[in-house]
């Protein structure tokens, strides 16, 4: 299939499966977490427009989890990105976190996590983004202190194989 094929299916899905911590993010900045929903949210602190301090980027150069639970304030969700304050050590931070750069998303009260695997890079080029993430993985069944494990089903499984 060529790369500009507008029924790219594994890219469709790739952005409707985004759009599940998009929307749980803005209902929590609206209305706040309702009951015992709380969410784990796992993303490459490298990834272009990610903003964090330079000591928690120092800590975490590669990945980070924030859990958005009880402490958190200024939710702000945007089309792309979404920031938050978070308190680290005492200190109060922001962070700044485009939705591409997401790796991981699970609300561990509803059983539910999102897993985006990183695939292989594709060369870049004007129509291409560097670092995008591959097919995203969907856990149904994540455990409280794992955020993605359980029953995963790899939507990988569900393509032709002569493709």
């Given at each position: 299939m060529a790369e500009d094929d507008p029924l790219d299916y594994a890219r469709l899905v790739r952005e409707a499966l985004r759009d599940v911590p998009r929307q749980a993010l803005r209902l929590a900045a609206s209305e706040g977490l309702p009951g015992d929903h709380h969410f784990y949210l796992t993303f490459r602190t490298s990834h272009p427009g990610v903003a964090l301090?330079?000591?928690?980027?120092?800590r975490y150069p590669e990945q980070m989890t924030i859990v958005l639970q009880h402490q958190y304030r200024d939710l702000a969700v945007g089309e792309d990105a979404f920031s938050v304050t978070l308190r680290f050590g005492g200190a109060s931070e922001r962070v700044h976190v485009p939705f591409a750069a997401l790796?991981?998303?699970?609300?561990?009260?509803?059983?539910?996590?999102?897993?985006?695997?990183?695939?292989?890079?594709?060369?870049?080029?004007?129509?291409?983004?560097?670092?995008?993430?591959?097919?995203?993985?969907?856990?149904?069944e994540a455990a409280a202190t794992e955020p993605v494990a359980g029953n995963v089903v790899d939507i990988r499984s569900f393509r032709r194989r002569d493709e």
């Open positions: 301090s330079p000591g928690l980027h120092a790796v991981a998303f699970a609300d561990p009260a509803a059983k539910f996590g999102l897993q985006f695997a990183a695939g292989p890079q594709k060369a870049a080029g004007p129509s291409s983004v560097e670092g995008e993430p591959a097919e995203p993985v969907l856990a149904t």
